[in-house]
């Protein structure tokens, strides 16, 4: 989509690009929507953190990325699953905001199929003996030169995939000419829009 300062895009051309924006940038850490910030809320305390974005799959509304199946994350995110996702590009100056409710997954052949397809490097992290946010007296680090897909089998058991269900979709577009924001909730068969003061 050409976000020009005079342009003032449609519903279709903002639901376009952001379903683009959200593929390119899967598993592309350097892409500027691949690393978004994942917040929840758990007894009442407020969380967030960075997470890859690993895959998009538009038919669905689905997101995905993985995290330690010992995170902390996933028991708040078990009990409470309601999450946001925040991507922004600083060049073009786009937040996308995602509403979206989490499923945690850690069986089943759509993780088999994450954890076979993902490259060795990015997964060596399950390997550690510890969970992640464990106290520990020094850094611990799991080498991840020459790794091999068949030398993370005892990571396995701790890899899990965040699949998070899209509800609603807070777009906004900051653009010296005025700021431009939408939003897009889905209702069961399609994206009700409506534009919104920034």
């Not at 758990?42 to 690993?54: D, E, T």
């Not at 993370?152 to 965040?162: D, M, P, Q, S, Y």
């Not at 906004?172 to 003061?197: I, Q």
Request: aromatic share 10%; with cysteine; proline share 6%.
């Amino acid at each position: 989509m050409s976000l020009t300062e005079e342009h003032i895009p449609t519903r279709d051309e903002i639901l376009s690009d952001i379903w683009q924006r959200l593929t390119d940038s899967a598993d592309q850490a350097g892409k500027a929507w691949g690393v978004p910030v994942l917040s929840n809320q758990f007894g009442g305390v407020p969380a967030a953190r960075s997470v890859v974005l690993r895959a998009v799959d538009r038919e669905h509304r689905k997101l995905y990325a993985f995290t330690d199946a010992r995170s902390p994350k996933v028991t708040q995110l078990r009990e409470h699953s309601a999450a946001i996702w925040t991507f922004y590009d600083p060049v073009d100056r786009i937040q996308l905001i995602a509403h979206t409710e989490i499923e945690v997954k850690s069986v089943g052949p759509d993780v088999d199929r994450f954890w076979n397809s993902s490259r060795p490097e990015s997964l060596h992290c399950y390997l550690g003996e510890d969970a992640p946010g464990t106290k520990v007296d020094t850094p611990s680090v799991v080498p991840t030169m020459s790794i091999q897909l068949h030398d993370l089998a005892g990571g396995r058991e701790n890899f899990a995939v965040l699949e998070a269900t899209i509800k609603e979709l807070d777009w906004l577009a900051l653009r010296r000419s005025g700021n431009l924001r939408a939003r897009f909730v889905w209702t069961g068969e399609d994206w009700e829009f409506s534009w919104l003061v920034p």
